[in-house]
């Protein structure tokens, strides 16, 4: 079930990018730690690939030991919540056409305060971050919801990163972040 709802929602992503904006396809698919730029960014991606890769061993190695005894009800919850997830990036995609994988200012971005962007200031992360934790109980694994701390961790300390770089480069940010005070959780973070 898990990777029917994977494939199925990244595909019509996919589809809908290939057909409406291939230019922000083209910038998603170049992705990972050798991709960026900084390399403090290297570095984050680099555990963030691990940890993601280790979440889905675990996962895997809990499910045929037995580990857990994840319910039924908890498996469809975090497929549930791994389509709503992918539901937000999509949002995302539609709202901004400037969401590359790798952190960076293009020079004819401009800041986006509409649709997800007006609850949070990364909503991609947000989403990301929701299929993160639903992947685990998705997949029948209480244990690799160990490596979403860790992942969660690096996730913040990017996007961190990523702040102070659109506040010193993309004309704006800064009314944005003061306007939009929420950085992944509204009223929460």
Not at 146 to 166: C, G, H
């Amino acid at each position: 079930m898990y990777l029917a709802v994977f494939f199925a929602s990244s595909g019509v992503i996919t589809l809908y990018l290939t057909k409406n904006d291939p230019a922000l396809l083209a910038r998603r698919i170049s992705a990972g730690p050798r991709a960026e730029k900084e390399k403090t960014q290297k570095i984050i991606m680099f555990f963030v690939t691990i940890a993601f890769g280790g979440m889905f061993i675990v996962s895997a190695l809990d499910y045929r030991f037995m580990w857990s005894d994840v319910p039924l009800y908890a498996v469809i919850a975090g497929d549930i919540l791994v389509a709503v997830g992918f539901f937000i990036v999509f949002l995302v995609y539609k709202e901004n056409t400037f969401t590359s994988a790798t952190i960076e200012v293009d020079k004819e971005q401009k800041v986006i305060s509409t649709g997800p962007y007006a609850l949070v200031r990364h909503p991609m992360y947000s989403g990301g971050l929701l299929m993160l934790l639903a992947t685990p109980p998705a997949l029948g694994s209480w244990w690799g919801l160990l490596s979403f701390m860790p992942t969660a961790l690096l996730i913040v300390r990017r996007l961190l990163d990523e702040e102070k770089l659109l506040a010193k480069n993309l004309s704006g940010y800064i009314e944005y972040q003061q306007k939009v005070r929420s950085r992944l959780i509204p009223g929460i973070f």
